[in-house]
Every structure is written in structure tokens, then in C-alpha cells.
């Protein structure tokens, strides 16, 4: 019987391990297509995400291209807030999502316009 709740146990905690981390958006993401990083971190449930490397354009290090993000309520592993649009030089309101543990999209719809940008998951910023 007690190797029974010790399996349960085990079982439950790799279950429900998953969940945690696919509802944790904090820590490193690599651009999908650029050499870019960014740091997205979280303080009294209120997220930001900082450029933290930027081998194209170095100038925009330490630019804030997440900020005010908050859990969505009416949907798993989404945030709302406000994201960077460079070519606007402003913030929009952004839906940030995380289909899966290590990919985020970030959707920011301007007008009738949207688009869509995927960043990956890593451990550490390269040197």
C-alpha cells in the first residue's frame, strides 16, 4: 500500500509539474527569427520583459518591450498588457500567450491589423 501512495505521489507531482511550468512566464526567451533576448520577470503579480541582448541593434538593450503584464482570467497561460511597437515608437495592449512551456507568442493588434511574434525559451542569455 505504501508504494501505491508513493506512486500516486510521483505521479501527481509529474502531472501537475508541467502545468506550473507552462503557466510561468518568467526568465529568458530568444527572439524566433532575430538575435535578440529578452528577460521577463515579475514583481507583486506584474510582469516586464527586458531586452537584455540585442546583437542587430545593441542600442535597444535595457529597453522595456513588455510591461503592466498581468495573468488573463478567462483563459490559462495568457497575460494582457503592453508591448513596444518599434515602427510606432509606443506601447499597444498585447495578449501574451504560452501555447507551450518553452514558446511564447506575443499578438499585438493595431486598427484591423495584427501580428504575431514567437520567442523560445532558454536557460541563459550566450555571452
Known amino acids: 500500500m505504501k508504494s501505491f501512495k508513493a506512486f500516486m505521489y510521483v505521479l501527481g ?6 502545468a506550473l511550468i507552462a503557466a510561468d512566464l518568467s526568465g529568458f526567451w530568444q527572439h524566433e ?3 535578440a533576448w ?3 520577470r515579475f514583481e507583486g503579480g506584474v ?11 545593441p ?12 495573468p488573463d482570467e478567462g483563459e490559462a497561460d495568457t497575460w494582457r ?12 495592449d498585447g495578449e501574451i500567450s504560452l501555447p507551450q512551456a518553452n514558446l511564447m507568442r506575443i499578438k499585438v ?7 504575431t511574434v ?7 542569455v550566450p555571452p
Open 81 to 92: 498588457g503592453k508591448v513596444y511597437a518599434e515602427r510606432l515608437e509606443e506601447y499597444k
Open 59 to 70: 542600442e535597444r538593450v535595457g529597453r522595456v518591450l513588455l510591461k503592466e503584464l498581468v
Open 109 to 115: 493588434k493595431v486598427g484591423f491589423m495584427s501580428r
Open 38 to 40: 529578452i528577460e521577463v
Open 33 to 35: 527569427e532575430l538575435p
Open 47 to 57: 510582469g516586464t520583459g527586458t531586452v537584455v541582448r540585442n546583437d542587430e541593434y
Open 118 to 124: 514567437e520567442w523560445n525559451r532558454v536557460e541563459a
Open 13 to 18: 507531482l509529474l502531472l501537475v509539474s508541467p
